[in-house]
Every structure is written in structure tokens, then in C-alpha cells.
């Protein structure tokens, strides 16, 4: 089976930082471009971050290009996201999601094959 486990949210002061690692297991991870989602109380799930199957392109939502970094390590079968400068509203549960396709255009494009089960992410003012 497909598994995607999240860690590392947790509560931080607004201008901290937090790092969140996606652990895959059930899946060729190398084959599926990988993806960062979150969704605040009230709101949709929107993207956050989006990275190709190697690492060598990414995508980031303006509202935190600079501040966030996605990466990957194939050989740990991991993804995860550096949060830096971290802000109110940055508050959600964050979403790990695989694509079945190499390009970070089908996760930009919403064709989310699995999502892990997401871990809280709080920012306090």
C-alpha cells in the first residue's frame, strides 16, 4: 500500500521556523512529482510547494516564495519543506501529496494521486 506519513509540525512564534519531512513507502518514489498542500479552518486546501521527480524544478505559491523550501532525497524515499520566517497566517494542516507523473505541472494542476494525513502547523503572533 501507498503511505505518506508526515512529521515535524508542531507551535512556533511568529519569525521561527519548522521543518516538515514526508516519508513514502508503497511507491517507485522516484516516478511521482511531489507536492506540499494546506488548509486553514474555513478555507480550501490550496498548494503550498511543488518539486519534479529529481529535485530540479520547483514551484512555490507567492505568498511564501522566499520564506519556504521543498526538497527531496530519493534515496530516503523523503520530501520535505523548511519554513522559515514563519507567520500567523501560515497557521494550517499541512498535506504531503504524490502525483503519478515526473512533472511538478501535474501537481500544480491538482491531479493528486495520494495524500498523507497531514500534520499541524500553529504560528502564534
Known amino acids: 500500500q501507498v503511505q505518506l506519513v508526515e512529521s515535524g509540525g508542531g507551535l512556533v512564534q511568529a519569525g521561527g521556523s519548522l521543518k516538515l519531512s514526508c516519508a513514502a513507502s508503497g511507491l517507485t518514489f522516484s516516478n511521482y512529482a511531489m507536492g506540499w498542500f494546506r488548509q486553514a479552518p474555513g478555507k480550501e486546501r490550496d498548494l503550498v510547494a511543488a518539486i519534479n521527480w529529481s529535485g530540479s524544478y520547483t514551484y512555490y505559491e507567492d505568498s511564501v516564495k522566499g520564506r519556504f523550501t521543498i526538497s527531496r532525497d530519493n534515496a530516503k524515499n523523503t520530501v520535505h519543506l523548511q519554513m522559515n520566517s514563519l507567520k500567523p497566517e501560515d497557521t494550517a494542516v499541512y498535506f504531503c501529496?504524490?502525483?503519478?507523473?515526473?512533472?511538478?505541472?501535474?501537481?500544480?494542476?491538482?491531479?493528486?494521486?495520494?495524500w498523507g494525513q497531514g500534520t499541524q502547523v500553529t504560528v502564534s503572533s
Open positions: 501529496a504524490a502525483t503519478g507523473s515526473k512533472s511538478l505541472y501535474a501537481v500544480v494542476g491538482g491531479g493528486i494521486d495520494y
